[in-house]
């Protein structure tokens, strides 16, 4: 049995959970990245569970052990320790909190999981705590991609002109 993740810990920080040890200089590595300030000029909010207890888990011990309220937890498993580190985004819905199974399909209608680049995981995190997007939108961007990963909303052109108008706009511009 895998340790329990306490919510009031968690509170509305990204979850990253390190499931592989296999290398602790690259898991530093994308500590930092994840650490790094957003193109929005905030500091992402993240609680990291590095605890060798969760060796080898898989996504559905962590979901079984970690709070639900943010919509998504993220692993860190040995698909991350290899170049260039995505990270697995698992979507923490379940059928017995949606209202009916239009619902839930919608919520899974593109997987329960896809992989995120470091640079991506506070554009999910943040988004889905506000309910600003779903994680079907971001497991549709993901899909879409050449790779399969969601690589944040500063990695296209688009995103880009989108974050410089939002820091004009934050910044009273």
């Known amino acids: 049995m895998r340790p329990h993740i306490d919510p009031e810990a968690v509170g509305e920080a990204a979850l990253i959970v390190r499931t592989d040890y296999s290398d602790d200089l690259t898991w530093q590595d994308i500590v930092a990245v994840l ?9 992402p909010d993240n609680h990291f569970v590095d605890d060798p207890a969760w060796a080898g888990a898989t996504a559905d011990e962590v979901l079984a052990a970690a709070p639900a309220e943010n919509g998504v937890v993220f692993l860190a498993d040995a698909a991350t320790m290899l170049a260039p580190h995505p990270l697995l985004a698992v979507n923490t819905v379940t059928r017995d909190v949606c209202e009916d199974d239009y619902e839930f399909s919608y919520e899974m ?7 995120v680049l470091p640079a ?5 995190a943040v988004n889905l705590l506000i309910a600003n997007t779903d994680f079907p939108d971001f497991a549709s961007a993901a899909a879409a991609d050449p790779d399969g990963w969601y690589r944040g909303v500063a990695a296209h052109p688009r995103g880009q002109v989108a974050l410089a ?8 511009d």
């Not at 209608?109 to 992989?115: I, K, N, V």
């Not at 991506?120 to 999910?124: T, W």
């Open 120 to 124: 991506g995981v506070a554009d999910v």
């Open 109 to 115: 209608s593109h997987g329960r999981e896809f992989r």
């Open 165 to 172: 108008a939002l820091r004009d706009f934050l910044r009273g």
């Open 35 to 43: 650490a790094a300030e957003h193109p929005l000029g905030f500091r």
